[in-house]
T-cell receptor, first 114, second 113 residues
């Protein structure tokens, strides 16, 4: 079936460096793609989303890139900090005026070394 | 402040028992979801609801049921708990439409022995 997945299960970076987390998807019908952050013992927390008709969106220290040609999504974190250590999930959103639904990938653990 | 809460946070039950996990949100969101999270599988959708009296099956709905009698609550029931249902369960809610942000509860760790 159609799914959302991740290339790397664990990413280790030095504090201050930039981080790039990648995700592949297969459902071309999704209208939004979203990144969630999950810290240990907590529920996932929304970071940023990007609409399917865009290829780049920037937030505070984060940038999401969408390449629909190769069905690839990435999350870039600038100047990675220890507080960024968490598991990051990409998700695809689809639905209609009635409601929306999220399908999640397997997650990438980001470890920030001081 | 609006929030979404799950209870209990931890639960140990025996095989064959019926278990109900509570989820309560004060966002007044129409959409509510239940996910389970297991190592190697990420978050998998169990059931979801788009409004009162509306319930739908997700990817892994076998052995689970939900009911939506009001906007605030979506309890998840395990009809006859099995060891394969040992997992961390997350409830989420969202406004729907063009708003993609879903708010998650803190999770319930369920162990079936």
């Amino acid at each position: 079936g159609e799914s959302v997945g991740l290339h790397l299960p664990t990413l280790s970076v030095q504090e201050g460096d930039n981080s790039i987390i990648n995700c592949a998807y297969s459902n071309s019908a999704s209208d939004y793609f979203i990144w969630y952050k999950q810290e240990s013992g907590k529920g996932p927390q929304f970071i940023i989303d990007i609409r399917s008709n865009m290829d780049k969106r920037q937030g505070q220290r984060v940038t999401v890139l969408l390449n629909k040609t190769v069905k690839h999504l990435s999350l870039q974190i600038a100047a990675t900090q220890p507080g960024d250590s968490a598991v990051y999930f990409c998700a695809e959103n689809w639905g209609d005026a009635t409601g929306n639904m999220l399908t999640f990938g397997g997650g990438t653990r980001l470890m920030v070394k001081p | 402040d609006a929030e979404i809460t799950q209870s209990p946070r931890h639960k140990i039950t025996e095989t064959g028992r019926q278990v109900t996990l509570a989820c309560h949100q004060t966002w007044n969101h129409n959409n509510m979801f239940w996910y389970r999270q297991d190592l190697g599988h990420g978050l998998r959708l169990i059931h979801y609801s788009y409004g009162v009296q509306d319930t739908n099956k997700g990817e892994v709905s076998d052995g689970y049921s939900v009911s939506r009698s009001n906007t605030e609550d979506l309890p998840l029931t395990l009809e006859s708990a099995a060891s394969s249902q040992t997992s961390v369960y997350f409830c989420a809610s969202s406004n729907g439409g063009g708003n993609t942000e879903a708010f998650f509860g803190q999770g319930t760790r369920l162990t079936v022995v």
